[in-house]
C-alpha cells in the first residue's frame, strides 16, 4: 500500500474518534478558562523549563486538540503553531483556543505535507504521545522535522517507549508477558476505533501503525542531520494504556525523553 494511503486511512480513523474523545477530555479541556493552565506533566515541565521556552517559536507536530499547545503557549513561548491531520481535532484545537483566549495556529495537514511556509521557522518542534507510530517512513518525518528548524533549533520527543508495545494492554494478570514482537515489518492493522480515552470498542474504520523501534527512531533522527543531545527513558506512563505497570515491582521502560538539534 502506498504511504498516502496508509495516511488517509488514519485521517479518517482519527475523525472518527475524535468526537468519542472529546467527549471524555471536556473537564480537562475546561481548565484552560484559568490563566497559565498546563497540561504538561512534571517530567516534561522540568525538560521544557531547562530548554526556556522565553521569546522561542514552537511547532507541535501531531498536535491533536491542542492541549499541549496551548500548555506551550501558557509555559511562556512567544507563538506556538500546532499542526495534525484530523480535520475534527483541529476544529476542536482552534475553539479551545478561543474559548481560552490563547493566542496560537492551528493546521490541519498531512506532517509530510506541511507547507514550505514553514520552513526553518521554529525554535523548537515538539512531538508527544502516541505521535512517531502513525508514519509508515519515519526518515523522511525527521525530513520535514528538520526542515522546519531553524538552523541551531531543538526537537524534543517525548513518547512512549516502544518496548511497552510488547505487552498487552488488556492483559491484567499477565501485565508483562510479551505477546507482541518488537520487530515487525508489517504494519499494525485494526479495526476496533481508537478510543484509547474512555476504553470503549467500536466497529471502526481500518487504521494503521508503524510501531518504529528504538534504533529506527534514533537513525531516524541522525540521518536527517539532527545531532543528539539527550535521551533518556522512564518508567512511568503517558499513553494511558499501560497505568497498571506503574504498580508492578518489576519496572519496564514506558516512555522516553529525546532531544536533538539543528546543526547551526
Ligand atoms: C495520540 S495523538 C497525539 C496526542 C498528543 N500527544 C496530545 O496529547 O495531544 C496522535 C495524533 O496524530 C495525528 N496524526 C496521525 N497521523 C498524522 C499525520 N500523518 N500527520 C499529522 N498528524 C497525524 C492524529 O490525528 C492524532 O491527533
Known sequence: MEIKNYIEANRRSWNQVAARHHKGKEERKQLFKNPGHSIMDATITAKLQEYNLTGKRVAQLCCNDGTETLSLKNMGAAACTGFDISDYAIEEARKLAELSGIECEFVQTDVYEI???YNATFDLVYISAGSLIWFPDLALFFKTVARLLKPGGMVLIYDIHPVVFMLDENDKEHPLEMKFSYFIDEPRVYNDGLDYINKETYEGETYYVFDPTISQIINSVLSNGLIMRSFDEYAHDISALYDHLQHQETKVPQSYILSAVKQA
Open 115 to 117: 507547507s514550505e511556509q
